[in-house]
C-alpha cells in the first residue's frame, strides 16, 4: 500500500506588491525547506537581522482584520492568511517564505498570485510520510453571535462556512468545500478580500486599509458592488471566507483530518476554535499517512478608489 509524502517547493519563486494596510512595497519569496520543518516565516531587512517565525497557532498575535504573526519581541508578518491558504490548498507542507516587510502583498486580493508563484517554483514529493492532526471529538466555540466548530471527519479535510451580512447586496450566502489542490484552484483560490465603503473613514482613521483599491478588493456600498468588473463567483463573499479559514487553519502545522464550520466568523473565530482544539488534548491526535485512493486515513497508530477615496481592503471580522 502507498502512503502521500511530505512535499516542498522544487525551487524558489517571488512575488511582490504592496501591504494593503501599510500601503508600502514588498516583496515575498517561497522557497523548499527540509522534511518535517512546517511553514516558516523570514523576516528580512530588520537592522541587517533576520527573524524567524513559524506558522502555528501560538505564533498568532492579533486577528482584527488579518491574521499577524509574531514572537516575544512583536508581531512580524501581517495578513498572511492568503499566502499560507494556498500553501496549505496546493498540499505544500514544508516552505520557507522570505519576506522584507511588515505584511504579506496583498496581489489582487486573493491567493491565485500564490499558487501561480507555487506553480513556477514547482512541487517535490520528499522522502517521509505525511502526517495529519486528526479531530477526534467536536470542539466548539461561540463568540457573540459567530460560532465555530471543528467536528471529526477521518475521510479528509473540510470547510462549512456560512455569512449573514446586514448589506442586501451580499446578504446570507453558505459554501461547502472539500479540500484538494484541483478544487481549491478552481472554486476558492481566486475569491476576493471584500469591505464596506461605509467602513473607510473608521479604517483610515485606526491607520489601515492604506494600500487597498478596486484593483485589490470587492468594495460595496448599500446597493450595489462598485467593481466595475464585477464578481468572479457569484458567492465570492463567502468563497473567500472559506480561503481565509482555510488559510488560518493551516496554523495547526499539520494538515487537518476534520470538518471546519463557520457562522458568521472570521478571523478571531478561527483562532479561536483552533486554539480551543490544541488545548484539549483528548480531542486530537497525530496520524501518518494517507492511501493514494480517494482520500482515507491509513495508519492511526501515532498517538478601492472611489471618487479618489481607498476602500477597505478587509470585510468585517464578523458577518
Excluded at 511582490?16 to 527540509?34: E, M, Q, R, W
Excluded at 517565525?53 to 508581531?75: C, I, M, W
Excluded at 486530537?284 to 501515532?302: D, F, K, L, Q, S
Amino acid at each position: 500500500m502507498k502512503f502521500s509524502r511530505q512535499t516542498t517547493l522544487r525551487s524558489q519563486a517571488t512575488v511582490t506588491g504592496i501591504g494593503v494596510h501599510s500601503g508600502t512595497p514588498v516583496s515575498l519569496t517561497l522557497g523548499p525547506a527540509p522534511i518535517d520543518t512546517g511553514i516558516v516565516f523570514v523576516r528580512t531587512g530588520l537592522d541587517g537581522c533576520d527573524r524567524e517565525v513559524k506558522a502555528a497557532f501560538n505564533s498568532v498575535t492579533a486577528t482584527e482584520l488579518a491574521t499577524v504573526l509574531g514572537d516575544r519581541n512583536g508581531p512580524l508578518v501581517s495578513t498572511a492568511e492568503h499566502v499560507l491558504a494556498a500553501l496549505c490548498g496546493m498540499g505544500i507542507d514544508n516552505a520557507l517564505i522570505e519576506i522584507d516587510g511588515p505584511e504579506v502583498p496583498i496581489m489582487d486580493g486573493s491567493a491565485a498570485p500564490f499558487v501561480a508563484a507555487i506553480d513556477q517554483a514547482g512541487i517535490l514529493t520528499q522522502s517521509a510520510a505525511r502526517r495529519y492532526i486528526q479531530v477526534l471529538k467536536p470542539v466548539q466555540v461561540a463568540i457573540g453571535r459567530s460560532v465555530g466548530e471543528l467536528r471529526p471527519n477521518s475521510s479528509g479535510f473540510q470547510v462549512e462556512v456560512e455569512v449573514d451580512f446586514a448589506n442586501a447586496v451580499i446578504g446570507r450566502q453558505a459554501y461547502h468545500f472539500e479540500l484538494s489542490p484541483e478544487r481549491f484552484r478552481r472554486e476558492i483560490a481566486r475569491a476576493r478580500t471584500f469591505g464596506f465603503m461605509s467602513d473607510v473613514a473608521r479604517l483610515w482613521s485606526a491607520g489601515y486599509a492604506l494600500g487597498s483599491s478596486f484593483e485589490n478588493s470587492l468594495v460595496f456600498d448599500e446597493e450595489r458592488l462598485l467593481n466595475p468588473e464585477g464578481l468572479r463567483y457569484a458567492d465570492e463573499c463567502v468563497r473567500h471566507k472559506v480561503l481565509d479559514a482555510i488559510g488560518d487553519l493551516a496554523l495547526a502545522g499539520l494538515p487537518m483530518l476534520g470538518t471546519y464550520r463557520s457562522v458568521r466568523g472570521g478571523h478571531k473565530l478561527n483562532h479561536a476554535v483552533l486554539t480551543a482544539l490544541m488545548a484539549d488534548r483528548t480531542a486530537w491526535r497525530v496520524v501518518e499517512g494517507e492511501t493514494v485512493r480517494r482520500p482515507r486515513v491509513a495508519a492511526e497508530a501515532v498517538g478601492g478608489m472611489v471618487g479618489g477615496m481607498i476602500a477597505p481592503a478587509f470585510g468585517p471580522d464578523v458577518s
